[in-house]
């Protein structure tokens, strides 16, 4: 069996791929049955496309591997915390299991900010575990951003 650790360092993998771009070094995979079956890392810069987080990108390699719109059986593994648009794809996609590395506490909706992946009033409930390889996540990001304040400044 492989651990949550062991999942969130491919994510972190496709993370670099979106700093490697310029884009904010988010990444995501969906596991099935312990295989990887889609990847993604945010491409918003890169394809100016507000939606192009790389849940969603995960999400979309992850149905058409499937065959199927239902992710059952399914875990995402995110650097970040999900944003409201993609953990209500997620919701809709009806995925087991989100696990994320860092928290974010200004739009985050895996609990932080809204608790979309189990809200209550809401047809499917996300089981959810939160601050896997926390700190290697949120330094990802910290770094990001310092380096996009010393270019502005």
């Known amino acids: ?61 992850a149905t058409n591997h499937l065959g199927a719109k239902w992710l059952k059986d399914c875990a995402l593994y995110v650097t970040i915390e999900p944003c ?7 919701v809709l996609s009806r995925i087991d299991r989100v696990v994320f590395g860092a928290s974010d506490p200004k739009t985050g909706a895996g609990g932080s900010v809204l608790n979309i992946l189990h809200h209550a009033k809401l047809n499917h409930r996300i089981r959810v575990k939160r601050g896997v390889l926390e700190q290697e996540c949120a330094g990802l990001l910290q770094d990001f951003f310092r380096k996009q304040r010393a270019k502005n400044n």
């Open 1 to 61: 069996m492989f651990s949550d650790e062991y999942f969130m360092r491919y994510a972190l993998k496709e993370a670099d791929k979106a700093a490697d771009s310029e884009d904010v070094p988010v990444g995501a995979i969906v596991v099935h049955k312990n295989h990887i079956i889609g990847r993604g890392w945010n491409q918003v810069e890169l394809l100016k496309d507000p939606t192009a987080h790389a849940e969603m990108i995960a999400v979309t390699q």
């Open 84 to 90: 409201s648009m993609c953990a209500g794809a997620l």
